[in-house]
C-alpha cells in the first residue's frame, strides 16, 4: 500500500505553500485542514445545488477576469476519502456570485472547474463572493470523484454577520480564512462518502 501523506503532516512540516501554489503573497499562510480527518470520519456535508447551477463550465482554475471589481481569495484543499487517502481526478465544479450578490445565469462568469491532482489537491483563484437577500457570502461546489458519488455542497466564510440568518448555513462548512496584504487565502479540504 503506498504511503500517502496525511493533512496533519503536511501542515506540520510546512509544507503546504510547497504543495498548494498559491500567489507569492498567500503563500505563507498557514491554514489548518478543513475538517480534519481521522479514519471513519463523516463526510463533508451535503447542500442543495441551488437555482444558479450551469452544466458544462470552462475548466480553469482563475475565474478572476480583468475589470472584475471584489477582493481576491485563493481557494485550496485537498479531496479525500473517509480513511483520509487522496481521490485523484476528483472534478472540483465551483460557481458563485459576483462582489454585488448576482449570478451570471447567460455564460459563465465565475464558473470553473478542475481536476484534484495526483494528491488530491485542487485551487481556484476567484473574488470573495457579495452575500444577497436571504443567503450570507458562500461558494457553490460539486466534487464528483472518478466511480464515486457526487458531493454538491456549499462553503461558507467564518465571521460572517449573516451567517446566523441564513437558514442553508452550516458550520460545518466553514472555510479556514486568513487575510495577507489585501487578499484572503481560503482552505476547505472536502471528505467524500467513499473509501
Request: hydrophobic share 35%.
Given at each position: 500500500m503506498a504511503n500517502f501523506p496525511t493533512r496533519r503532516s503536511v501542515l506540520t512540516t510546512g509544507a503546504l505553500a510547497s504543495l498548494l501554489p498559491l500567489?507569492?503573497?498567500?503563500?505563507?499562510?498557514?491554514?489548518?485542514?478543513?475538517?480534519?480527518?481521522?479514519?471513519?470520519?463523516?463526510?463533508?456535508?451535503?447542500?442543495?445545488?441551488?437555482?444558479?447551477?450551469?452544466?458544462?463550465?470552462?475548466?480553469r482554475a482563475d475565474l478572476i477576469e480583468p475589470g472584475m471589481a471584489g477582493p481576491p481569495i485563493e481557494l485550496?484543499?485537498?479531496?479525500?476519502?473517509?480513511?483520509?487517502?487522496?481521490?485523484?481526478?476528483?472534478?472540483?465544479?465551483?460557481?458563485q456570485a459576483d462582489d454585488k450578490g448576482d449570478y451570471d445565469n447567460s455564460g459563465f462568469r465565475l464558473r470553473g472547474h478542475q481536476r484534484a491532482?495526483?494528491?488530491?489537491?485542487?485551487?481556484?483563484r476567484t473574488i470573495v463572493p457579495g452575500a444577497y437577500e436571504g443567503r450570507t457570502r458562500h461558494f457553490h461546489v460539486k466534487v464528483a470523484p472518478p466511480g464515486g458519488r457526487l458531493l454538491t455542497?456549499?462553503?461558507?466564510?467564518?465571521?460572517?454577520?449573516?451567517?446566523?440568518?441564513?437558514?442553508?448555513?452550516?458550520?460545518?462548512?466553514?472555510?479556514?480564512t486568513a487575510k495577507k496584504k489585501g487578499s484572503l487565502a481560503g482552505r476547505f479540504d472536502f471528505v467524500l462518502d467513499m473509501r
Open positions: 500567489d507569492a503573497a498567500l503563500a505563507q499562510v498557514p491554514l489548518n485542514p478543513t475538517p480534519e480527518c481521522h479514519d471513519s470520519d463523516t463526510a463533508t456535508v451535503r447542500q442543495t445545488e441551488g437555482p444558479f447551477f450551469k452544466p458544462s463550465s470552462p475548466e485550496v484543499g485537498f479531496v479525500l476519502t473517509l480513511g483520509c487517502r487522496p481521490v485523484p481526478d476528483a472534478v472540483v465544479d465551483l460557481w491532482d495526483a494528491e488530491g489537491r485542487y485551487r481556484f455542497t456549499q462553503l461558507y466564510f467564518p465571521g460572517e454577520p449573516k451567517n446566523r440568518k441564513d437558514g442553508l448555513f452550516r458550520r460545518e462548512l466553514l472555510m479556514r
